[in-house]
C-alpha cells in the first residue's frame, strides 16, 4: 500500500516535460481524445511524425502508455487541469 507521502515521493521524480511547440500541440490533442491519424491530419503532418513524437515524450517522461504520459503531464504542470483541447468531429 502506497502513502500519499510515495506518492509524493515518486511525482517529485519524474522529469520536467520540456516540450517542443509541436509536442505541446501534439499532446494537447492526444489528452483531448484525437488518436494518432486524427493528431496528423488537424497538424498537417504524417502518422509516422506523430508517432516519433509521441514516442520521444514517452521516453523523457519515462511513461509506459499515453495515459501516464498525459497524467504525468497534468502533474508536472505541463498541461492545465482545466484546460480541454476540443475533440474531433466523430469522436
Same mark, same amino acid.
Given at each position: 500500500m502506497t502513502t500519499g507521502a510515495d506518492r509524493a515521493a515518486v511525482a517529485g521524480s519524474w522529469p520536467c516535460l !520540456?516540450?517542443?511547440?509541436?509536442?505541446? =500541440?501534439i499532446l494537447c490533442l492526444i489528452a483531448g481524445?484525437?488518436?494518432t491519424a486524427h493528431a496528423a491530419q488537424?497538424? !498537417?503532418?504524417?502518422?509516422?511524425?506523430? =508517432?516519433?513524437?509521441?514516442?520521444?515524450?514517452?521516453r523523457r517522461a519515462?511513461?509506459?502508455n499515453r495515459c501516464e504520459l498525459i497524467a504525468r503531464a497534468y502533474t508536472t504542470g505541463t498541461l492545465a487541469v482545466d484546460f480541454w483541447p476540443p475533440r474531433p468531429p466523430g469522436i
Open positions: !520540456h516540450l517542443t511547440p509541436r509536442e505541446t =500541440a481524445g484525437y488518436t488537424q497538424l !498537417h503532418i504524417s502518422r509516422h511524425t506523430v =508517432a516519433q513524437h509521441v514516442g520521444d515524450m514517452l519515462h511513461a509506459r
